[in-house]
């Protein structure tokens, strides 16, 4: 048992001391606790100012190293709405906009250049935070931009494109340790009146030992006092995505791991990280309103539960091959073409974009983030030019 205590957000910590308190047995599992930490509507981590991301806030996505990403995933949709035949209409949702950057990036590429496509594209946001939409709002003033929540999108009404950057990972997470063979799961107590302390108990619900068993994994051949998460948030979010889908695509970009990886035995502590002011640490009772909490996402258990519900798994690659395929290259090779630089303002414009574009598809930084694409009634044997470099396999 470990006990916690700083300066966060005083009301929130108060907030999930009195949750805490009056739960059964006076503690919550961890993921209701992190639900809290970052969803509470008024105090939680993406309720609060817009601003915590990017270059000044606790962290950057692909969309604020340029409008590269944005443009790439427009050219990738467009050709995913000539597999569908071309439709009138072609829905392109995007879960968790964060400040609406990949949005403006995306659209304003669409009219400029696949003028076809931007005319049937219906683009929707789905977002949870009150704050964000007015960010988002305020960005994307004068776009053809919807937002609603999902559950105001109709079973089997999508005809198109659900699209999650960097969402799934921070989503809800139930940790689990193995003790003596025995899977027990990880809650929060009280220690005084506000400090909060770990403690490991039978798990909370069957689904945790459910979803191990899916994926293959032996809690006895993990050892003992190996820890490591469940998101069975991600298997509810796919499960929901894809009874909306009538026809169309799934694309989820984020970092991840296969089964195997994330439950490997050498991962003695699992892939819980906080993220506050750009620096990583893996206290997530450290400024508690104040920082984000993520955890890798399985990316074999996506796949696995999608095809569960309906969805058919067309490809698994990482962003830098995905990008690759997508003509980032071209646009690298293009910087240093002869006579594009004319002065010294051009020369530092370039070694900046250089720099931006080579993180998106750097091996250590962004570029191993994991991209799968799932398909609900499309052509199995149509190409995506996304996938066309060599592949990953999930199993």
Not at 164 to 176: G, M
Request: proline residues 4%; charged residues 20%.
């Amino acid at each position: 048992m470990q006990a916690f205590a700083d300066d966060s957000n005083a009301q929130l910590r108060a907030l999930i001391a009195r949750r805490v308190a009056a739960s059964p047995g006076g503690r919550l599992n961890f993921a209701e606790f992190m639900e809290l930490a970052l969803y509470h509507p008024e105090l939680g981590y993406y309720a609060t100012h817009p601003g915590r991301i990017g270059g000044r806030g606790d962290y950057i996505t692909a969309a604020h190293l340029g409008s590269d990403f944005g443009e790439l995933l427009a050219v990738q949709a467009a050709q995913l709405w000539q597999h569908l035949g071309k439709p009138e209409r072609f829905d392109f949702v995007e879960m968790g906009a964060g400040q609406g950057l990949f949005a403006a990036d995306f659209l304003r590429h669409a009219h400029a250049n696949l003028p076809d496509f931007a005319t049937a594209l219906n683009y929707r946001i789905v977002e949870r935070s009150v704050v964000q939409i007015a960010e988002q709002r305020r960005v994307l003033a004068g776009l053809a931009v919807h937002w609603c929540d999902l559950e105001q999108i109709a079973p089997d009404s999508v005809a198109g494109c659900f699209f999650a950057n960097e969402l799934v990972d921070a989503l809800p997470v139930h940790q689990f340790v193995v003790h003596r063979g025995e899977l027990l799961e990880i809650y929060v107590a009280l220690e005084g009146e506000r400090d909060f302390v770990e403690v490991a108990a039978a798990p909370s619900t069957p689904r945790l030992r459910a979803f191990l068993d899916r994926c293959g994994i032996s809690t006895a051949s993990l050892g003992g006092g190996y820890r490591s998460e469940v998101n069975l948030a991600a298997l509810d979010w796919i499960e929901a995505v894809a009874r909306r889908l009538a026809r169309g695509y799934v694309i989820t970009v984020d970092y991840g791991y296969t089964a195997c990886q994330y439950y490997a035995p050498q991962r003695q502590g699992g892939t819980l990280a906080c993220y506050h002011r750009h620096r990583v640490h893996d206290n997530p009772y450290l400024h508690i309103g104040n920082q984000d909490i993520t955890a890798h996402v399985n990316f074999t258990a996506l796949e696995t539960h999608g095809t569960a519900c309906g969805l058919q798994t067309l490809g698994f690659t990482r962003q830098s091959f995905f990008l690759l395929a997508l003509g980032l290259g071209e646009r690298l090779a293009a910087l240093g073409a002869s006579g594009a630089i004319a002065n010294y303002a051009q020369l530092n414009e370039a070694l900046r974009r250089r720099e931006a574009l080579r993180t998106l598809i750097e091996p250590s930084s962004m570029g191993d983030f994991g991209v799968l694409i799932q398909g609900k009634n499309t052509g199995l044997d149509l190409p995506l030019a996304g996938l066309s470099l060599p592949a990953q396999t999930l199993s």
